[in-house]
């Protein structure tokens, strides 16, 4: 969304964003190779050592590897361990229902190849380019929905793109993660494109 705001700013009257995430490679690392792991050592675990110990140090391109192989079960070996990874960090409180979307495995295939390969790929994209292009938004309304305890995208990246954006409205939701089915994220997320849609 920031991205394409940018590159057409005249086609964009507002936005309302969630959990805030640049692609930037701390954010990268924070999630996929060390950071979340501190803080969801027990999740952790199954997706780091499904990789050999000898390319653990680079998880994404590991993954990217496994996930783009011509053997099908190391496709779908892969996509369940990333994909478990993601949906156990996603909420505040675990949901039994959410971690099962890894075990549904054309979901848990299409979910990690789509991310991965962006991933790998720096989304196509120079380091830090949403935050060096912010000035192309700075004439956007735009209001940021951001779970306190988001680990998947933590609030550091919210309040950076806030801090640069002067016409965003910065909501941290003070009982959630990551997840926009989390009942104050998508309450406030309703409210928020109900007031630009008046």
């Not at 550091?156 to 994220?185: F, N, Y």
Request: proline share 4%; net charge negative.
């Amino acid at each position: 969304s920031l991205i394409y705001a940018q590159n057409h700013p005249e086609r964009v009257l507002e936005l309302v964003l969630r959990g805030i995430f640049m692609c930037r490679t701390k954010e990268l690392q924070w999630f996929y190779q060390h950071g979340a792991s501190e803080m969801f050592p027990d999740a952790f675990a199954p997706y780091r050592d499904h990789i050999p110990q000898d390319e653990q140090h680079d998880l994404i391109s590991a993954y990217y590897k496994r996930l783009t192989s011509e053997d099908e079960t190391t496709r779908l070996q892969a996509a369940r361990h990333w994909t478990g990874w993601e949906m156990a960090t996603s909420k505040l409180i675990p949901d039994e229902d959410y971690l099962k979307k890894a075990d549904d495995a054309h979901f848990a295939l299409a979910f990690a190849r789509i991310e991965c390969h962006y991933f790998i790929n720096n989304i196509f994209l120079e380091d830090d380019v949403i935050l060096k292009n912010i000035e192309k938004i700075q004439t956007i309304d735009g209001v940021i929905v951001q779970g306190r305890y988001d680990v998947v995208c933590p609030a550091v990246s919210a309040w950076e793109l806030h801090q640069r954006w002067p016409k965003s409205e910065l909501k941290i939701i003070q009982d959630a993660g990551h997840s926009m089915g989390e009942l104050g994220i998508a309450r406030e997320l309703v409210e928020s494109t109900s007031r630009f849609c008046q």
